[in-house]
């Protein structure tokens, strides 16, 4: 099975005691950037720590290197990912001097209130691009709107990882694909998660960016020890940059660790230590008592103090994820045992398209003489 950036393969292994005797098989994953295309016969070299270790890969090795090692595509920049390990690759980043794209990279003035939406968690992405791409046709936005995905360098690196963002491109969810940082594989490369937010309006024309780490986030039972801090981050970037920072909360009432559960304490620590800028938090609109306990939480930490809270009607943007056909899980609940976490992410959605259509508005009467 293949698809753009990586193969999932069956490996047969040789020389492991408990599997000699069965000739049994793994599965793995090639990425076809680090590797070039394996073939069946090829002999391949595996890193099986995760799955030994019963971690959250889905069960896959991953091919380190193969013989015959298969051609690479010639470099098409300079610029190296996943620098000075042994896989380290050559990309052809939207800022380098070699990049078409490097002179508008060059005169990057601001963001001029572009919406960004910064998720903690990758399984928030889906709802916020399908409520966001619903919105803008429900509001008849006068172009097709583009909806830009920065992934950080937070968790997974190789967005071909990702199922689901070959999926929200087939739904036409998603228009674009940026990976910042060491994260590789985007349709465009930037050496920063700040340089991706100008590529996304420079060179990719969003409307709507969405920040998120990929799949395959770490969290530790500790208040700063978690991957999707990068929330926080993103933040304070979209801020300094000129752009309106929307936070998607996560929020869940089906998760068994009181530490997430109503508002996460991921997103208490986005909104009160991390981000230095002001932000738009919208809640959606949740059942009597789960609102309640989502306004204790608020007013415990005087989030409000520092950030907007706003209630959105998100229950039309979570019927365009449903009807979209997406399979979305988080932390393997589906949308129907999970639905404020996705009512929320859907939330912020909305509310980006909201925004843009504004800024639209305003530019276009910036531009009338009259």
């Given at each position: ?41 090829d002999r391949v070299r595996l890193n ?280 979305v899980t988080t932390m393997g609940r ?34 009338d003489p009259g």
């Amino acid at each position: 099975m293949e698809r753009p950036g990586v193969q999932e393969v069956r490996v047969r292994t040789e020389g492991r005691e408990q599997e000699a005797s069965d000739g049994s098989t793994r599965r793995a994953l090639n990425f076809t950037t680090l590797n070039g295309r394996v073939r069946p016969g090829d002999r391949v070299r595996l890193n099986t720590v995760a799955v030994e270790m019963q971690l959250g890969t889905g069960g896959y090795d991953f091919v380190i290197s193969s013989d015959p090692q298969p051609p690479l595509d010639p470099p098409a920049g300079h610029i190296l990912k996943l620098r000075y390990t042994p896989l380290q690759t050559p990309v052809l980043t939207v800022e380098a001097p070699e990049s078409p794209h490097h002179d508008a990279m060059r005169l990057f003035a601001g963001l001029d209130d572009l919406p960004v939406v910064c998720a903690e968690l990758h399984s928030q992405v889906p709802a916020i691009c399908a409520a966001a791409r619903w919105a803008l046709s429900a509001c008849h936005y006068p172009r097709p709107g583009r909806i830009v995905y920065v992934m950080t360098e937070g968790a997974a690196l190789p967005i071909a990882l990702s199922r689901l963002v070959p999926e929200m491109r087939r739904c036409g969810l998603l228009d674009t694909t940026i990976t910042a940082g060491q994260a590789f594989g985007g349709d465009l490369e930037a050496v920063n998660l700040y340089s991706a937010l100008a590529a996304a309006k420079e060179v990719a024309g969003a409307d709507i960016v969405v920040v998120a780490q990929g799949p395959g986030n770490v969290g530790t039972d500790t208040p700063l020890g978690f991957s999707g801090i990068d929330q926080g981050i993103a933040v304070n970037a979209a801020a300094s940059l000129g752009g309106v920072p929307i936070v998607a909360a996560r929020i869940s009432f089906a998760d068994p660790r009181t530490r997430h559960r109503g508002l996460s304490h991921h997103t208490v620590t986005t909104l009160c230590t991390v981000a230095r800028a002001h932000a738009l938090v919208p809640l959606p609109r949740l059942p009597k008592t789960q609102q309640q306990e989502l306004v204790r939480v608020l007013q415990e930490h005087r989030i409000e103090e520092t950030h907007q809270v706003i209630t959105v009607d998100a229950g039309r943007g979570l019927d365009a994820l449903l009807a979209s056909g997406l399979e979305v899980t988080t932390m393997g609940r589906t949308v129907e045992e999970e639905r404020p976490f996705f009512l929320a992410a859907a939330a912020a959605g909305l509310l980006a398209a909201q925004l843009a259509e504004i800024r639209l508005l305003n530019r276009k009467a910036g531009e009338d003489p009259g």
